[in-house]
């Protein structure tokens, strides 16, 4: 399994974009890149997902370099509402194959 | 709307004493997950099941047994809990061909 390193922590304030980065050094032909997000006392909820280049759904964007060694999670405009726990997985399509979830990035969304 | 239930959201039980989770889903999903996750800490994934097949992690305790009698009710039992095993824990689905996992709200056990 491709291990993931993100920032423990980040800042940031109402209505800045934040960009989230995750390292993949060893990331497999096969594997996607899924980024979750995780309220405190509740379960994780997916964001996103990609594979290479650049994915964007109504609420954040995913930008992955041609080498795929790292991704960056955008959320465009924060509210406090974005304060949450961010997590990074690498791993193949398919519940066959596992994923990990790495340490996370817990984002604080200030006034 | 087609969801992931667990009940009881809150378990409180007594050092030794066995306990059960349960998870139900509506979204008819063929692989069902438990995960484990202690305060700060990102969830370890304990076991899952691929239809009836059931994968256990290296590292899950014997401790933890799994059932799962239909697409849509799976269990987590914990023998004999011990203080260490207070945590929350997240039952998740999942079609297989994708990713995406639905998470339900979790039950947060205590440990007397």
């Known amino acids: 399994l491709a291990k993931t390193t993100q920032p423990i922590s980040m800042d940031s304030y109402e209505g800045q974009e934040v960009n989230i980065t995750c390292s993949h050094n060893?990331?497999?032909?096969?594997?996607?890149i899924t980024w979750y997000q995780q309220f405190p006392s509740q379960g994780p909820r997916f964001i996103i997902q990609?594979?290479?280049t650049k994915v964007t759904n109504e609420v954040a964007s995913l930008f992955i370099p041609a080498d795929r060694k790292s991704s960056t999670l955008s959320l465009p405009r924060v509210s406090l509402s974005d304060t949450a726990v961010y997590y990074c997985?690498?791993?193949?399509?398919?519940?066959?194959?596992?994923?990990?979830f790495g340490g996370g990035t817990r984002l604080m969304v200030k006034p | 709307d087609a969801m992931v239930i667990q009940n009881p959201r809150y378990q409180v039980t007594q050092f030794g004493k066995p306990v059960t989770l349960s998870c139900s889903q509506t979204?008819?999903?063929?692989?069902m997950y438990w995960y484990q996750q202690k305060s700060s800490q990102a969830p370890k994934l304990l076991f899952h099941?691929?239809?009836?097949?059931?994968?256990n992690e290296a590292d899950t305790p014997d401790n933890f047994q799994s059932r799962r009698p239909n697409t849509s009710f799976c269990f987590l039992d914990i023998r004999s809990p011990g203080l260490g095993d207070a945590a929350m824990y997240l039952c998740?689905?999942?079609?297989?061909?994708?990713?995406?996992?639905?998470f339900g709200p979790g039950t947060r056990l205590t440990v007397l």
């Open positions: 990609g594979y290479k």
């Open positions: 099941y691929y239809d009836k097949d059931f994968n």
């Open positions: 998740a689905t999942s079609n297989d061909w994708s990713n995406e996992q639905f």
């Open positions: 060893n990331i497999a032909t096969n594997d996607y």
């Open positions: 979204l008819n999903h063929n692989v």
């Open positions: 997985l690498v791993g193949a399509l398919g519940a066959g194959n596992m994923l990990t």
